[in-house]
Structures are given as structure tokens and as C-alpha cells.
């Protein structure tokens, strides 16, 4: 059974930086399409970054386009999200999330069968 887990999150000033790691365990890392999503208070979980299983190709909300980086290192089994220039309107509980059957549709939730249990990233103007 495939377990992801997340860490790096916690309290960092506007402006600042912080990267997150999705650990995962128990399945065959390299094959899944990664995302990263995150819900903030009073809103719907909404979309921040994927990564497909090769490293190839990486997808952006517009929100975090040119701030956040995703990547991957598949020794590791660990996907990362650096987030720079980080905004109060970054805070929300991020979570990493696999597509293990390589659905296609790395936008949307409906696209990942496995999720982790958040970390949360508040960001203080």
C-alpha cells in the first residue's frame, strides 16, 4: 500500500522561501504522475503544481507560476515543491497526491488515487 508523506511546512515570513518533501513508501515512486494541491480555510482544494513520472514535463497553477518549483529525485522517492516569494495568500494546508495509474489529468484531484496527510504553510505579512 502506497503511503505518502509530507514535511517543510510551518511559519515563514512574506516574501521568504520553504520547500516541501512528499515521501513515499510502499509502491513503485517512479512510475506515478505527482501533484502538489493545498485548501485554505474556507475554500476548496485547489490545484499547485504536477510533475510526471519521467521528469518531463511540469504543470502550474497560474497563481504560483514562476514562484514555486516542482521536482523530483526517484532514488529518493520524494517529490519537493520549493516555494519562493511566498504571499499570505500562499497559507492553506499543502498536500502531495500520486497518480499511480498515470490517469492524465494532473490538474485536477479527480486525476490522483493517493493522497498524504497535509502539512500546514502559513506565510505572515
Known amino acids: 500500500q502506497v503511503q505518502l508523506v509530507e514535511s517543510g511546512g510551518g511559519l515563514v515570513q512574506a516574501g521568504g522561501s520553504q520547500r516541501l518533501s512528499c515521501a513515499a513508501s510502499?509502491?513503485?515512486?517512479?512510475?506515478?504522475?505527482m501533484g502538489w494541491f493545498r485548501q485554505a480555510p474556507g475554500k476548496e482544494r485547489e490545484f499547485v503544481a504536477a510533475i510526471r513520472w519521467t521528469g518531463s514535463r511540469t504543470y502550474y497553477a497560474d497563481s504560483v507560476k514562476g514562484r514555486f518549483t516542482i521536482s523530483r529525485d526517484n532514488a529518493k522517492n520524494t517529490v519537493y515543491l520549493q516555494m519562493n516569494s511566498l504571499k499570505p495568500e500562499d497559507t492553506a494546508v499543502y498536500y502531495c497526491a500520486a497518480d499511480r495509474l498515470r490517469l492524465g489529468a494532473p490538474l485536477t484531484s479527480a486525476g490522483y488515487d493517493t493522497w498524504g496527510q497535509g502539512t500546514q504553510v502559513t506565510v505572515s505579512s
Open positions: 510502499g509502491g513503485t515512486f517512479s512510475s506515478y504522475n
